[in-house]
């Protein structure tokens, strides 16, 4: 099992920044697939964002507010948001998957968008 330590959340205004960041402690970082999901209070996980390990990438958002990206030399992938509002607070979750389906999840971090 992959550990997944995600960082940078924390309280924002609506239409500010965050970028998260998620490092895992593999060799194998390059192979992974990562995703960023997110949690809201009362409400099921959602996938926010996906990086293929071939650098495939899917975000939910078509206003293109989330950008998803990694850097393999650092096994970190990162997630940027950019014009944020309040329905975008949750907790984000960082997950990665490898060649035979095995995922892992990280402790998650806490993104509140408030005024």
């Known amino acids: 099992q992959v550990l997944l330590v995600e960082s940078g959340g924390g309280l924002v205004q609506p239409g500010g920044s965050l970028r998260l960041s998620c490092t895992a402690s593999?060799?194998?970082?390059?192979?992974?697939?990562m995703s960023w999901y997110r949690q809201a209070p009362g409400k099921e996980r959602m996938l926010v964002a996906r990086?293929?390990?071939?650098?495939?990438t899917w975000t939910f958002d078509e206003e293109g507010r989330f950008d998803i990206t990694r850097d393999n030399n650092k096994n970190t992938v990162y997630l940027q948001m950019n014009n944020l509002r309040p329905e975008d607070t949750a907790v984000y979750y960082c997950?990665?998957?490898?060649?035979?389906?095995?995922?892992?999840w990280g402790q998650g971090t806490q993104v509140t968008v408030s005024s």
């Open positions: 990086i293929t390990n071939i650098n495939n």
């Open positions: 593999t060799t194998l970082f390059s192979s992974y697939h």
């Open positions: 997950n990665s998957r490898n060649y035979y389906g095995e995922t892992s």
